[in-house]
């Protein structure tokens, strides 16, 4: 997975997107597998960590892997296998670490502005087998994309449409005919191409009326060329209503996704305020074009003042009408620094929140506002429920034992740090946690967000 999770909900709110890295819930370019334990001869359990897209040569971009076993020292892993990192562990719990620089330079010069400790605590029993994605910033293992394109017939007069492949969103264009056509590259494999198109805005909102679904679409190293679309054949959508009421001041964005066929296609967003009952909508395929495996995530976020956003996502095979119940707000932060040595460390602290299966912390230092490039260092923490207990807490560690740990990831004094504390919970339980990739349907996830700062 990129990060275990960025707690970008505010973002969310503000502007219906996010554009950090992220495990964002239901955006699928990483995910954590949860496997079967083994004991080994000396009664410790084997605990397995996978990583796809590990750079090559780790030292190019500060790649760093290390553990603890239960409340222990951390210590640099064990050299991998195959990319796959086995770690003995005689505790109940166990922590995982990865570090990375982005290669700003070429081969060599870890000189990225991005700058990442990422970092987890997991119960063995619920978690003995991670597998996460490395950012592609911080590798040099580069998959060999496929280019696919097409012609698209019959495309409607008004309006606009987004096409879906894959991971990929893009638009109808003119060929080198000069008539409609598309182009993208992706990953070889088999997928549904979803084009969406939605008229031109009523009363300031735009909600899309039909959906052209090609269904199983192969796509192999050499790519897929004259893939022929035609709109006549799109369907009308289904609309269900959404319902929600928050205070007034309130922030509300919504969202809905179909994922069929290892593509995912934004069907429709939306963005309302509070102060009185709204009623938002929730999109789903005709009747006729749906399939049993496909799967919707309907997404609503609202700011609940005080930095606080909270979170809701359904997936479900159909949409239906549904009312959104906003979840209860994270308690307030204790945020300090208990020591400034070897570096400063963060210290965080906070009540329980009732059926967490776990809470996610993000700190940030020296990230600047906007577009200006600028050095940004990102501690990302997780901890699940049954590692936190009763009195959630999280503190940076001292890495500076790890075989490779770069300085340039260590907090500075004097300069603050601004970060989110989330609470996670979900009805597929601890196995859900974090809250990454897609959960079988009929799960429902909430995710309770709150802000701190602190300046070392």
Not at 51 to 63: H, L, R, W
Request: hydrophobic share 45%.
């Amino acid at each position: 997975m990129r990060i275990w999770l960025w707690l970008g909900a505010a973002a969310i709110v503000a502007c219906g997107n996010s554009n950090a890295n992220h495990l964002a819930d239901g955006h699928v370019d990483g995910a954590i597998d949860h496997g079967d334990s083994g004991s080994n001869d000396s009664g410790a359990t084997t605990v397995t960590v996978t990583f796809t897209n590990a750079p090559t040569v780790p030292a190019d971009f500060a790649f760093v892997v290390g553990f603890e076993d239960g409340s222990g020292a951390w210590q640099t892993a064990p050299a991998p296998t195959g990319g796959v990192y086995t770690l003995s562990i005689a505790s109940a719990s166990y922590g995982v670490v990865y570090t990375c620089i982005g290669n700003g330079g070429g081969s060599g010069s870890a000189i990225g502005l991005d700058r990442d400790v990422v970092m987890g605590n997991f119960a063995v029993a619920e978690n003995p087998a991670l597998a996460l994605t490395v950012p592609a910033r911080c590798t040099d293992t580069t998959p060999a994309l496929a280019p696919v394109a097409g012609s698209f017939a019959n495309q409607p007069a008004t309006g606009s449409i987004a096409m879906f492949l894959a991971g990929k969103q893009f638009t109808v264009v003119p060929n080198a005919a000069g008539l409609p056509g598309y182009a993208t590259n992706v990953l070889p494999g088999t997928y549904d191409l979803v084009a969406v198109h939605s008229p031109p805005p009523t009363a300031g909102v735009t909600v899309p009326d039909l959906v052209l679904v090609q269904r199983g679409l192969a796509v192999g190293s050499a790519g897929v060329a004259g893939n022929a679309l035609d709109f006549s054949k799109a369907k009308a959508v289904q609309d269900f209503n959404l319902n929600v009421s928050l205070g007034s001041g309130a922030q509300i964005a919504t969202s809905t996704d179909l994922v069929a066929s290892s593509t995912t296609a934004t069907l429709v967003t939306e963005t309302a305020a509070g102060g009185k009952p709204q009623t938002l909508d929730a999109i789903g395929l005709s009747a006729s074009q749906a399939l049993a495996t496909d799967l919707y995530a309907i997404r609503v976020a609202a700011s609940a003042g005080s930095g606080n956003v909270v979170q809701a996502a359904s997936f479900v095979t159909i949409p239906t009408a549904d009312t959104f119940v906003a979840p209860p707000v994270v308690g307030a932060v204790l945020s300090t620094v208990p020591t400034t040595a070897p570096y400063p460390e963060l210290a965080l602290s906070w009540s329980a929140y009732a059926n967490a299966t776990g809470y996610e912390a993000v700190a940030k230092q020296g990230c600047a506002v906007g577009n200006a490039p600028t050095v940004c260092l990102t501690w990302t923490m997780a901890m699940s429920a049954t590692v936190a207990g009763a009195s959630p807490a999280l503190q940076m560690p001292d890495l500076t034992s790890l075989a490779g740990w770069d300085t340039r990831l260590q907090l500075v004094t004097g300069a603050p740090v601004a970060g989110e504390v989330a609470a996670e919970t979900s009805t597929a339980g601890t196995a859900d946690f974090p809250l990454s990739g897609l959960p079988p349907a009929g799960t429902k996830r909430t995710t309770a967000t709150t802000t701190f700062s602190v300046t070392p």
